[in-house]
């Protein structure tokens, strides 16, 4: 498996646009200091700027977006280029195979989210907009980690369908459905969707946000794991079906 | 006689109606180089692939160096290297990285297996040419370096040579030849091409929609190129009672009213020609003929031949 996933870092070679994509992480920090321009640092607590900053439309939005397109990617070349057929002879098992994708989208997902909560520090303190203190910072950084953590569960179902499609439309598509779905969602049935079952465990204790409901970690932790289950499921008949020429 | 290193039993494919393999039993022996020949679409690469398990069985049974394929994966696949069809590799890398990829997949205990393999294919190793700008060639040699880059006892080749220049295949051809011969490796390989096969091939297996017409060794199957002797008259029945009275000949066929075609070709021509005359039959010609290798699967594949 160690080996499956340092093979899958190798692959990621001359791929600029994956690494360009972090640079999203850095989006919601700027669009805050715009936001708070007109403040003072008296006036704003830094959880108020971290929550726009990191805690807003980065995770509900950016990050799954960002997340489905390097699904996309990480999947279409063996798709395309008959790469599969080699693998399977090595052998290589399908699950194997499947969890050592997931690896580089959580390695991936976590980055994405440290780089966003320095990003808001750095934005935040240069800008002038709050001052630094500890307790913020490390609430941040929990809340980062937190989510760059579980985004990669909930973007299981649009890993599964990468790897067991041919082309990128269709992962792509999924990707702007389900992300856009996970939002609507999020108020009104925040159980339904693993990426509004997500943003329920991060809003859950972040000071100032109100929910419809108290969040039954039970139940978002059921959310997230039937949909994963399913997903690797269905993977792994798919790709047996497909290493079969079914 | 040298165990079968691959073995299928009524080895049968269906595609919704159609039938594209059909009750094929392959018999692969240690050592030798076996030909899969046939036309462009008579099942040979599905034949390889469900050898190797890539596609499913629609009945029929293969083993592979004596066991099923299905369960020992773990322990036949590491013994096999296989080109099927284009060879795949990740675009935005170099040969060297692509391979350097699968020996860390497949655990090659050489360290520099991928420097070698690379020399005996002839691609610089190191070389920062990206594989999506190589040419068919450079790709078929990457994918032959694949295939031994884990030194396996059998090799399965779907048309190796395909998008080589003659030297390429040349070299290819060599290459195989000397795998079978000095590391007694064994090699399934397909082709179209007719001259590459005879040029290559210990065994052959001729696959004619999908039906396996023939299989036989190479040497086996030159010693059925008849020699005959073609023999144009005015009245066959004539010249038939006359060969069979005089010249006690009656291992001959008539092919129409004015063609016979006469097997022994010990036979004095003049004196035949000559009894023939004063028989009042005409000789319009009369020639030695000599079936090659060409012709026996033009009439073993229905006349389409083999290109």
């Known amino acids: 498996m160690l080996n499956l996933i340092l093979t899958e870092f190798l692959k990621l070679r001359r791929r600029k646009f994956v690494w360009l994509m972090l640079l999203a992480a850095l989006f919601m920090p700027l669009i805050s200091i715009f936001y708070f321009g007109g403040s003072s640092a008296a006036e704003i607590d830094p959880l108020q700027f971290y929550k726009w900053a990191a805690f807003s439309y980065t995770p509900w939005i950016i990050l799954p977006f960002v997340l489905g397109l390097l699904c996309t990617m990480l999947a279409y070349d063996e798709n395309q280029n008959e790469l599969l057929k080699q693998l399977w002879i090595i052998p290589v098992s399908r699950m194997g195979y499947f969890f050592s994708k997931f690896a580089i989208v959580l390695f991936y997902s976590v980055c994405f989210m440290l780089l966003a909560a320095f990003g808001s520090i750095f934005a935040g303190v240069i800008s002038g907009l709050i001052v630094f203190t500890a307790e913020s910072v490390a609430f941040l950084l929990i809340k980062c980690l937190e989510i760059g953590f579980l985004a990669p569960f909930a973007m299981l179902p649009v890993l599964a369908v990468a790897v067991s499609q041919r082309g990128y439309l269709l992962p792509v598509c999924c990707t702007v459905v389900y992300t856009f779905l996970g939002f609507i969602l999020m108020m009104v049935a925040m159980y339904a969707h693993p990426l509004s079952s997500m943003t329920a465990i991060l809003m859950r204790n972040i000071p100032g946000v109100v929910l419809n409901e108290p969040v039954n970690l039970a139940k978002v932790f059921f959310c997230i794991g039937i949909w994963g289950f399913a997903s690797v499921v269905g993977t792994n008949i798919m790709l047996s079906k497909e290493s079969r020429g079914i | 006689m040298e165990p079968l290193i691959i073995e299928t039993r009524q080895l049968t494919k269906v ?293």
């Open chain 2, 15 to 307: 595609y919704g109606e159609q039938t594209v393999v059909n009750k094929v039993n392959l018999h692969v022996r240690k050592g030798r180089i076996y030909g899969l020949l046939g036309r462009n679409g008579a099942g040979k690469t599905t034949v390889m692939k469900m050898i190797l398990g890539l596609t499913s069985i629609t009945s029929g049974e293969v083993d592979l160096f004596g066991q099923k394929l299905g369960g020992n994966e773990k322990r036949i696949y590491p013994r096999i290297g296989a080109i099927i069809e284009t060879p795949g590799f990740y675009p935005n890398l170099t040969g060297t990285e692509n391979l350097e990829i699968f020996a860390k997949l497949r655990g090659t205990a050489k360290p520099d297996a991928v420097k070698e393999v690379l020399a005996v294919v002839g691609l610089p190793y190191q070389d920062k040419k990206l594989f999506s700008q190589y040419s068919l060639g450079m790709k078929q040699r990457l994918g032959i370096a694949n295939a031994i880059l884990h030194d396996p006892e059998l090799l399965i080749l779907d048309e190796p040579t395909n998008g080589l220049d003659p030297i390429g295949i040349a070299e290819v051809r060599n290459f195989i030849r000397n795998l079978c011969v000095e590391w007694e490796k064994t090699v399934l390989i397909s082709s179209h091409i007719l001259s590459e096969v005879t040029l290559l091939a210990d065994d052959i297996g001729i696959l004619h929609n999908g039906v396996l017409l023939e299989e036989n060794s190479l040497a086996e199957l030159q010693k059925k190129n008849s020699k005959y002797i073609l023999l144009q008259v005015s009245d066959t029945a004539k010249a038939a009672l006359v060969l069979e009275n005089r010249f006690h000949v009656t291992d001959y066929s008539v092919q129409d009213l004015h063609t016979l075609q006469l097997y022994d070709t010990t036979l004095d021509m003049a004196e035949v020609n000559k009894t023939l005359m004063t028989e009042n039959i005409s000789v319009i010609s009369s020639q030695r003929c000599n079936d090659t290798l060409e012709d026996y699967f033009k009439k073993v594949t229905g006349g389409e031949g083999i290109a």
